[in-house]
T-cell receptor, first 115, second 112 residues
Framework: ETGVTQSPTHLIKTRGQQVTLRCSSQ?????VSWYQQALGQGPQFIFQ???????GRGNFPPRFSGLQFPNYSSELNVNALELDDSALYLC??????????????FGPGTRLTVL | DAKTTQPPSMDCAEGRAANLPCNHS???????VYWYRQIHSQGPQYIIH???NNETNEMASLIITEDRKSSTLILPHATLRDTAVYYC?????????????FGKGTSLLVTP
């Protein structure tokens, strides 16, 4: 059983650029959530995808968007990058099944630096 | 979701029990208490969760007070590898997706 993987591990962009981060879910999981973690803070929920549809969103602007593919992998896209977008971006997968406790399993994250 | 309050930092000697408190005085009847931890430069890791009964697994024990307004995560024999930020989160139990509302957590330092 493979865990959650994310790519790339590190990324440097400049203000105004666009970025795409990728996440592969743990085998058998159908739900993917994305979180942003600024330095010294706890992770903040961006949005969640379940069966290729957005299933909840945190307080993030529309320039943060996502996709989930039929194999349940996912992408996070951020347009018009700002300096404050510099953070660790975490992907978490889970299995949404009635009666299950639905623990989220996190990947190692992608460190994004915006200059 | 109910808000939680945790001390910002704690120390523990290696081999001793680490007791991490969490206050969640506004918890609702259908909300569970979850604990995650985050070792430096890694993604958060699930530890344990419970509703009203005490729970134990291979990693830790969770003690929830009878009124459910507070809980304690116990690491029975802390090791240096337990140094991490520990997050206490309350959320409804759901068979669909959910968001985890992390606070700032407790930074636990285990010393030799």
């Amino acid at each position: 059983e493979t865990g959650v993987t994310q790519s790339p591990t590190h990324l440097i962009k400049t203000r105004g650029q666009q970025v795409t981060l990728r996440c592969s879910s743990q085998s058998g999981h159908n739900t993917v959530s994305w979180y942003q973690q600024a330095l010294g803070q706890g992770p903040q929920f961006i949005f969640q995808y379940y069966r290729e549809e957005e299933n909840g969103r945190g307080n993030f602007p529309p320039r943060f968007s996502g996709l989930q593919f039929p194999n349940y992998s996912s992408e996070l896209n951020v347009n018009a990058l700002e300096l404050d977008d510099s953070a660790l971006y975490l992907c978490a997968s889970s299995l949404a099944v009635a009666g299950a406790s639905n623990e989220q399993f996190f990947g190692p994250g992608t460190r994004l630096t915006v200059l | 979701d109910a808000k939680t309050t945790q001390p910002p930092s704690m120390d523990c000697a290696e081999g001793r029990a680490a007791n991490l408190p969490c206050n969640h005085s506004t918890i609702s009847g259908n909300e569970y208490v979850y604990w995650y931890r985050q070792i430096h430069s890694q993604g958060p890791q699930y530890i344990i969760h419970g509703l009203k009964n005490n729970e134990t697994n291979e990693m830790a024990s969770l003690i929830i007070t009878e009124d459910r307004k507070s809980s304690t995560l116990i690491l029975p024999h802390a090791t240096l590898r337990d140094t991490a930020v520990y997050y206490c989160i309350v959320r409804p139990y759901s068979n669909s997706g959910y968001a985890l509302n992390f606070g700032k957590g407790t930074s636990l330092l285990v010393t030799p």
